[in-house]
């Protein structure tokens, strides 16, 4: 059963950094691209960004671009976002997702990790 | 990128069919045939349930079915059962090569 197990998810002030981790197992990592999606209180998901299976290819929502990077280490099983300079509207409960190569479709997700903006 | 339309709130009674549908444009849903819909029930992991616009993964029920036709993507819940009672949201790849997800469904079964 595929496992992913977001991390790093805290209350942090406006203009702060954050790191979210997200543990994967039970499949092959490296074959996968992941992607991050959010879904901020009372709102639908928004994709936030997805890279590919080697790394050398990443895309990002505009509303994220420039401040938000999304990278992997394939052996370590895991995905990370380094989120910069963030906004109240940032905040969000973060979902990593295995990604089909395919349509870029993500298909099983983790629990998600909560990431509150606020001073 | 403009979120997909769908409607807020779609109802039936158990046992009866409903459908939701998931509109946008020829750059997102009417380009291409990537259009997956998502069941996600509040404080749990969103599942995929058809991707492909008609393909249901392997433990999907059969009562579940999507379609397309031009820009407006469609999941049909046939047999409706409480459990179905759920947020759904419809995504679509885009030719910027990103993903866009719809604006959400709430399904209650009455």
């Known amino acids: 059963q595929v496992q992913l197990v977001e991390s790093g998810g805290g209350l942090v002030k406006p203009g702060g950094s954050l790191r979210l981790s997200c543990a994967a197992s039970e499949f092959t990592f490296s074959d996968y691209y992941m992607s991050w999606i959010r879904q901020a209180p009372g709102t639908g998901l928004e994709w936030v960004s997805y890279?590919?299976?080697?790394?050398?290819?990443?895309n990002y929502a505009d509303s994220v671009r420039g401040r938000f990077t999304i990278s992997r280490d394939n052996a370590k099983n895991s995905l990370y976002l380094q989120m910069n300079s963030l906004r109240a509207e940032d905040t969000a409960v973060y979902y990593c997702?295995?990604?089909?190569?395919?349509?870029?479709?993500?298909?099983?997700w983790g629990q998600g990790t909560l990431v509150t903006v606020s001073s | 990128q403009s979120a997909l339309t769908q409607p807020a709130s779609v109802s039936g009674s158990p046992g009866q069919s409903i459908t939701i549908s998931c509109t946008g444009t020829?750059?997102?849903?009417?380009?291409?045939?990537?259009v997956s819909w998502y069941q996600h029930h509040p404080g749990k992991a969103p599942k995929l349930m058809i991707y492909d616009v008609n393909i249901r993964p392997s433990g999907v029920s059969n009562r579940f079915s999507g379609s397309k036709s031009g820009n407006t993507a469609s999941l049909t819940i046939s047999g409706l059962q409480a459990e179905d009672e759920a947020d759904y949201y419809c995504?679509?790849?885009?030719?910027?090569?990103?993903?866009?997800f719809g604006t959400g469904t709430k399904v209650t079964v009455l």
């Open positions: 995504s679509s790849y885009t030719s910027r090569n990103t993903l866009v």
């Open positions: 997702a295995r990604t089909l190569v395919r349509g870029v479709i993500p298909d099983y």
């Open positions: 890279i590919t299976t080697s790394g050398s290819y990443t």
């Open positions: 020829s750059s997102d849903v009417g380009g291409y045939n990537y």
